[in-house]
C-alpha cells in the first residue's frame, strides 16, 4: 500500500518557508520573517538572522542553550530578540529568564498573534 505519513511537530504546527527561503517551525513565525524583509527593505533594520542559540548559563557553566527565532540588528548598533509565541510554556518561561539574565543588553521582544 502507499500510504503517506505526516510527521507534525509537537505543538501541532504547520512548518512552512517564507518568501525569503527560510524554513521555520510555524505559520506565523513565516509570516513575521516576511515582514522583517520589509523592514530590512525600508531600511528601518540593518539585517537580521533566524534560529541563532545563545549559551545560558549560571556562575559560568552552561546550562542549556536558548535557539531565538530572530536576532535582528539595529540601525543604531543594538541587537534585539524577537521570538514569535502561540503560547508559552513552562520550559520557555525559565529559558527567557535565564537569557535575560545572560544578557541584559540585548532587549527580548515576545511576538504574538
Not at 501541532?12 to 524583509?37: T, V
Request: aromatic residues 12%.
Amino acid at each position: 500500500m502507499n500510504r503517506q505519513y505526516f510527521r507534525y511537530n509537537k505543538y501541532k504546527n504547520k512548518s512552512c518557508s517564507c518568501h525569503a527561503g527560510h524554513n521555520h517551525d510555524s505559520r506565523l513565525e513565516a509570516r513575521y520573517c516576511d515582514q522583517l524583509g520589509l523592514l530590512v527593505r525600508a531600511g528601518e533594520i540593518k539585517g537580521y538572522q533566524t534560529q541563532k542559540t545563545f549559551d545560558l548559563k549560571v556562575n559560568g557553566k552552561k546550562i542549556c542553550g536558548h535557539r531565538v527565532d530572530f536576532l535582528l540588528d539595529m540601525n543604531d548598533g543594538t541587537q534585539e530578540v524577537r521570538e514569535t509565541k502561540g503560547w508559552a510554556t513552562p520550559e520557555w518561561k525559565i529559558k527567557h529568564k535565564l537569557f535575560e539574565a545572560n544578557y541584559p543588553t540585548i532587549k527580548y521582544v515576545v511576538v504574538t498573534r
